[in-house]
């Protein structure tokens, strides 16, 4: 447990590039009482792995919440991650997963962790799990061999603590201000990427609340590529960039490219580079500010607050018109 724990530590360090390290875990057998598949969690998000201490289970507490522990004098909710995606411990929930997830800290009791692996990005793929239903954002192939390598599916933190914690930030939408008040020009669209459900959905109300058009995109690389294509229709037409993009709202974690390399490539590029690129992220901490600001982002929002978002929004617009 000593040796996961130094790993993370020392991998939420790492200069930041297109790759990521996944923690794998396993939950037991599925439904119909199979092999036990593979699950992963990036490491960013880890804050630490213990062994299950004692749950105190609160009156009224029901599945998929196993009540409350106490670390170190924090009390955190647990979470049965096995009952969230349809799975059956076969020798019970033995260890802990404690995360910081959007400023808020809660562990996913799980049967036992594999290990850590450094994959590329572009080794996973943004899919849909039988097995794991909604809560499985992406499928990470773990080595070269693409018709017999092993596979684990990348869980959806953020659909799992929406779902089963749900809050209603989302439903703050109100008085976020226009966009044609902040220089969106007319005919500008702003360049969103997430691939997760529930971020995608709350940043289209946002956005929609904002009157500010955008185009959605559910990986870096999907973005990346509709950027180049308005920048080669705007150099076509002899026109600026910001005739055709407002600015780019990018997660940090992504299929095939992250946002780290997405805004690294559009800094640049001599002709992109002064389009506004807002990291909104449920990555948190000085690391990963710290690597936002080298790859040359103008903004780091942590999800999700419309009001706050909005504002990062408007404040990066007013300052590059100004």
């Not at 959007?102 to 692996?117: H, Y």
């Amino acid at each position: 447990m000593d040796s996961f724990q130094k790993e993370i530590d020392e991998r939420t360090n790492l200069t930041a590039s297109n790759k990521f390290e996944l923690l794998l875990f396993r939950l037991g057998a599925d439904a119909y009482g199979e092999r036990s598949e593979l699950f992963g969690i990036n490491v960013f998000k880890i804050r630490e792995i213990v062994p299950m201490p004692p749950v105190t289970k609160a009156a009224g507490t029901q599945s998929p919440m196993l009540g409350m522990v106490n670390i170190r004098g924090q009390i955190i909710s647990v979470i049965d991650l096995p009952a969230v995606v349809g799975c059956v411990p076969k020798t019970g929930l033995n260890i802990l997963l404690v995360t910081e997830y959007a400023r808020s800290t809660q562990a996913f009791a799980v049967e036992s962790v594999d290990e850590i692996v450094r994959l590329e990005w572009s080794q996973v793929l943004s899919a849909e799990s039988k097995t794991g239903g909604n809560f499985v954002t992406s499928i990470a192939r773990l080595d070269n061999d693409q018709d017999a390598g092993r596979l684990a599916q990348v869980l959806d933190v953020e659909q799992i603590l929406h779902e089963i914690m749900p809050t209603d930030r989302d439903m703050k939408m109100e008085n976020l201000g226009k966009g044609s008040k902040h220089g969106v020009k007319a005919g500008a669209i702003a360049i969103a990427a997430d691939d997760s459900k529930v971020a995608r959905s709350l940043i289209e109300q946002g956005l929609h609340a904002m009157e500010i058009p955008f185009n959605m995109h559910i990986t870096g690389a999907e973005a990346w590529l509709k950027i180049q294509k308005l920048a080669q229709e705007a150099r076509s037409e002899g026109r600026p960039i910001s005739d055709k993009i407002s600015f780019v709202l990018t997660d940090l974690e992504m299929p095939e490219m992250d946002g780290f390399t997405l805004t690294r490539n559009i800094k640049r590029d001599e002709f992109l580079k002064n389009i506004p690129v807002i990291i909104h992220s449920s990555l948190s901490g000085s690391a990963n500010e710290d690597h936002v600001k080298s790859v040359g982002a103008d903004a780091y929002v942590a999800k999700f607050e419309a009001n706050v978002l909005a504002a990062s929004i408007f404040g990066v617009l007013d300052r590059m018109a100004s």
